[in-house]
Structures are given as structure tokens and as C-alpha cells.
């Protein structure tokens, strides 16, 4: 069976942390259209903090790098995004201490228990246009596939094309969690810049948690 | 667009910086995490008061870090909240034993940060409440909003919660008052003109030279509807109106009337907002008996004016009365 080790969790990390840096102007173009502009500073600002910290995250079990990961965006990030991705790393650390390889069913725990950080922390629901609605799918998409046993390369292309819809849906959705609320009507016909970013993630898991580094 | 600063990413370092070097006999100033606390901090037997935000709305809330208002003031990047170890060691710093009251803005951002410094720092045994003020009525509550955001009536709970937790009220008190003002407390802004985030560089949304924006947040995010330019009067009556509808203000109450810069608007205009707010008023039989006008709760440069009603009684008439030594706000001493 494929396993993920802990050196591909940390490609992950950094291809995110690449990404995160590319799309930064992206990000924060959609977050200027109904928010307030810095998703994708706040974004990059965390991750390149993670990406200094790389030397620290090798050798380390899964738990404990995510967890440093976690404390980094917590403390750099700032913001609602801060404190929903460095929950979703925190939990994620929560049930991957000690390990230094994942079977895919633990990595769906890893992603179960982020989603329902998520959930706790910002109070939202599939439809309130967030991160849920690309998260939300993501997840669900990886159960249905982990669950029928089907490799991990094709549970994670699930993942990336549900994220990937789950995205798309958010752009007539009118926001009902976070500062685009305030828009009201006017919030529909924009991408939510935090289900953008959850997006990003998935798809650098699908580019980096199947190949060998 | 041009800006009087170094690079983007040192805004934030560079003007805590230079506050803690103006008033060094009333504010330390914290780095890595970021915190500015009273000079004296943590004074024994008194209630902590802390508050934070994003920055750019200066000079709320570091200016407003002094004897009789805040103890702590947590700065995050401008408009992104501060961070969780930000908030819980501003909380150790100002903790005297009776324990730490956090003073939170509505925002999902500052809401989430605020609660998982207030678990760290519960988790080792501080006592700590936490109030949200959420006063904009430009935003419709509901369940399917992030609710009402805290604005102006933000500034008028730390002073008037900060002169009680120097009277020496309890933890409970100092909440309970502080929900009193919220509830007693309401406000809307409007633009004229966009701000322009450091890290952007360009304006947040483009406002043509004959369109206001009415109901705006202190963010550069859009407001309830956008529409002709009108005139000081007509804007005024707009911006009131929903105000007194809301709580509502009546016929024989007391109000304090606080007309707030966005930061861009000069004084001269702000007194003229003030003169047409002040005549509303009075015509309605609603008795202005303290007023406050000036640019203290700010949204970068961006020009307009938000105006805030707060319904006074004897016990907040005498709290806002009472001292206060900040770096923005002195007067009593």
C-alpha cells in the first residue's frame, strides 16, 4: 500500500508555500473585490515564515512538523486565515504524533479532523461562501475514494477536481460568514479568495504526497 | 500612490517604534509578539483592559494605551487582526491579579484570534472575559451575516470601561459595563474616497470623483449602497437617521455625539458634519450633553466621516468624564 512520508508532507508545505507566492496578487485581487484586500499578503507573510523554518521541519515526525507549521501561521499569519489554517494544521498535528508515514485512511483522519477544526473555529457551513465550500467536498471526495480502497493519486485528483467545483460555486453564492457578509447582495458573482487558498492546497497534495522526493 | 513610509512590511514595527519614543512615560512598547502596554503596567488590583485590531486605524488603539483607558493594546498588520501569542502575553503583561477584560471589535478575524488567546491564557489559570462591540448599523444582523462590525462606539467603551477598572471594579463589572455601552452605542461611516492598504499600493476600491460610499467599514470594505455626491447637511441626515431609527434615540435622552474622521477629512469639515448632527438632534428633543470630534478611530487615508450616538446616563456621563492620560486621549490631569 502507498504511504506518505514525512518528507513528502513537507514538500506539500512547500510547494504550498511556492504557490501561496505566485498567487499572492490573485488572492489579494479577489480579496479586494469583497474583503479587504490581504489574503494574499497574510498568506505569503505565513508561509514564507514555514519555508524559513524547513531545517527545523526535517527529521521531525508528522505531528510535531505540522504542529511547528501550525504555531507559525498562528503567530504570522494574522487575521480570520490565520486562525483557520493554523487550526487546521493544529488538528491535523493532533492525529499524526509520532508517525513518519501515513496510510491514506490516516491521511483522511488528518484531513477530517482539519475540516472539523475548521468548522468549530469559523462557524461556517457548506453555501456561506468560505474555504468550507472547497474544503467541505474535498474531503468528501477523498472519503468516498479512500474508503473503496482506490489509490491515493486518483483519491487526491478527486480531491483537487471536488475542491476545484466546490470553488467555483462560491462565485454566485451571496457570503454569509466573514467580511464579505457586510456586502450582502453584492458579495455573489466573486470567488471567495479562502476557498481559493484551500484549493491551492489540495492541488499541491495531489502534485507532491504521490511522488517520491 | 505615494506614502510618507520606508517599505510596506515595516509600516506596523516602524510606528509602534516611534509612539513608544514619543511617550515613553506612558507606553512600553512590546516587540516580537507586538504589544504596547501602560508604562506602569501590571498596576496590582486593577482590572486589565485590553484591546487589539489591525492597524491603520490609528490612533485607536496604541494611542488610546495609558492610565484610565487601556492597559494593553495588541497591533496586527494594517487591517488583519493581531495573532493569538500577541493578545495572551499583551494579557499576562497587564494581568494585577483581578484578572484581564478583552476588549474585541466584530470582525471574524479579531473574533477568532481574541478566543484562542483568551483559551491559552485561561488554559493557565487567568481570569479573562472578553466583550465584542458591534455597533455599525450600516450591517444587517442576522444569522446569515458575520453581524454588526464594531466601530466608533469601540473608542467610547475603552474610555469609559477604562475609567471604571481604574475606580477599581471587578472583572464581572468592568464586562458588564462594557456591554452596557455596546448596547447603548451605535454608528455609521462613509467614504468619499478609498484608502490605500501599504502592501497594495493602490486604492482598495475605485470611487469616481462624483460617488460617495455610505455605511462603509473602517477597512475599504464596500458599504450598504453607493451613490451621488450630496451635500454636508444631506450626508449627515443620511448617516443619522438609521442611527436613531436603530436603537432607537427618543424624545428627552442624553446623548454623547461623536463625530470621527475617517482620516482624510479635516477638521473644518468633521465641525460642519457636527453643527447639522448637533441641529437634528436638538430638533428631535434629544439632548447632546457631551460631544467628542476628531480622527480617532481612522481607516488609513481615506476621506469621510462616520458619525457615532452614544445614550448617556449618569453612571457613563461620570466615567467619561473621569481622567485619562494617552498618548491621543488627556484630559483630568
Known amino acids: 500500500m502507498t504511504t506518505i512520508t514525512a518528507d513528502q508532507i513537507i514538500a506539500w508545505i512547500e510547494r504550498y508555500s511556492i504557490r501561496i507566492a505566485e498567487q499572492k496578487e490573485f488572492l489579494t485581487k479577489l480579496d479586494s473585490d469583497i474583503g479587504d484586500a490581504d489574503h494574499g499578503a497574510n498568506m505569503h507573510r505565513g508561509f514564507q515564515a514555514v519555508l524559513v523554518k524547513k531545517a527545523e521541519l526535517q527529521g521531525k515526525d508528522i505531528g510535531a512538523l505540522l504542529k511547528i507549521v501550525a504555531m507559525t501561521l498562528i503567530s504570522t499569519v494574522g487575521g480570520a486565515a490565520g486562525a483557520l489554517y493554523g487550526t487546521f494544521f493544529l488538528q491535523a498535528s493532533s492525529v499524526t504524533t509520532g508517525k513518519t508515514e501515513l496510510t491514506p485512511g490516516e491521511f483522511l483522519l488528518l484531513l477530517e479532523k482539519g475540516l472539523a477544526g475548521i468548522v468549530l473555529r469559523g462557524k461556517a457551513a457548506i453555501g456561506d461562501k468560505t474555504m468550507v465550500d472547497a474544503l467541505h467536498p474535498a474531503v468528501k471526495a477523498c472519503r468516498r475514494a479512500i474508503g473503496a480502497n482506490e489509490p491515493l493519486d486518483q483519491a487526491l485528483a478527486q480531491a483537487v477536481a471536488a475542491a476545484e467545483a466546490g470553488l467555483q460555486s462560491t462565485i454566485p453564492l451571496m457570503a454569509r460568514r466573514g467580511r464579505a457578509s457586510y456586502l450582502g447582495e453584492r458579495s455573489a458573482n466573486h470567488q471567495d479568495p479562502g476557498a481559493t487558498s484551500t484549493f491551492l492546497l489540495f492541488q499541491c497534495a495531489a502534485e507532491t504526497l504521490t511522488t517520491n522526493h | ?333
Open chain 2, 1 to 333: 500612490m505615494k506614502k510618507l513610509i520606508n517599505s510596506p512590511e515595516n509600516v506596523v514595527l516602524e510606528s509602534i517604534s516611534g509612539l513608544g519614543a514619543a511617550f515613553p512615560d506612558l507606553v512600553k512598547v512590546h516587540f516580537n509578539p507586538n504589544y504596547i502596554v501602560r508604562a506602569d503596567a501590571p498596576v496590582q488590583g486593577k482590572v486589565g483592559i485590553v484591546s487589539g485590531g489591525g492597524s491603520g486605524h490609528e490612533p485607536m488603539h496604541g494611542g488610546f494605551v495609558g492610565k484610565g483607558m487601556l492597559d494593553a493594546a495588541c497591533p496586527g498588520a494594517v487591517f488583519t487582526s493581531p495573532t493569538p501569542d500577541q493578545m495572551h502575553e499583551a494579557t499576562k503583561a497587564v494581568n494585577g491579579g483581578k484578572g484581564v477584560l478583552h476588549i474585541v471589535k466584530n470582525y471574524t478575524g479579531d473574533v477568532m484570534n481574541f478566543e484562542m488567546a483568551a483559551d491559552l491564557a485561561r488554559a493557565e489559570g487567568a481570569e479573562v472575559e472578553a466583550v465584542v462591540i458591534d455597533d455599525d448599523v450600516a450591517v444587517k444582523d442576522s444569522l446569515y451575516t458575520a453581524g454588526r462590525r464594531g466601530v466608533g462606539t469601540t473608542v467610547l467603551a475603552e474610555k469609559i470601561v477604562g475609567a471604571a477598572a481604574e475606580q477599581g471594579c471587578t472583572l464581572k463589572e468592568a464586562a458588564a459595563l462594557c456591554h452596557k455601552v455596546n448596547a447603548q452605542g451605535r454608528s455609521m461611516g462613509m467614504a468619499l474616497t478609498s484608502c490605500v492598504v501599504p502592501h497594495v499600493g493602490k486604492p482598495t476600491f475605485d470611487l469616481p470623483e462624483d460617488e460617495m460610499e455610505i455605511g462603509i467599514g473602517i477597512h475599504g470594505e464596500p458599504g450598504r449602497q453607493r451613490m451621488k455626491l450630496k451635500s454636508a447637511d444631506e450626508i449627515t441626515e443620511m448617516l443619522l437617521t438609521p442611527i436613531l431609527e436603530d436603537l432607537p434615540f427618543q424624545n428627552g435622552d442624553n446623548v454623547l455625539l461623536f463625530v470621527n474622521s475617517m482620516g482624510g477629512t479635516p477638521g473644518v469639515e468633521l465641525f460642519i458634519v457636527y453643527r447639522k448632527a448637533h441641529e437634528i438632534l436638538t430638533n428631535r428633543g434629544i439632548k447632546v450633553s457631551r460631544s467628542f470630534v476628531g480622527p480617532y478611530i481612522t481607516s488609513l487615508e481615506m476621506a469621510g466621516a462616520s458619525i457615532t450616538l452614544l445614550k448617556l446616563d449618569d453612571q457613563l456621563t461620570k466615567l467619561w468624564d473621569e481622567p485619562v492620560h494617552t498618548p491621543a486621549l488627556r484630559w483630568g490631569v
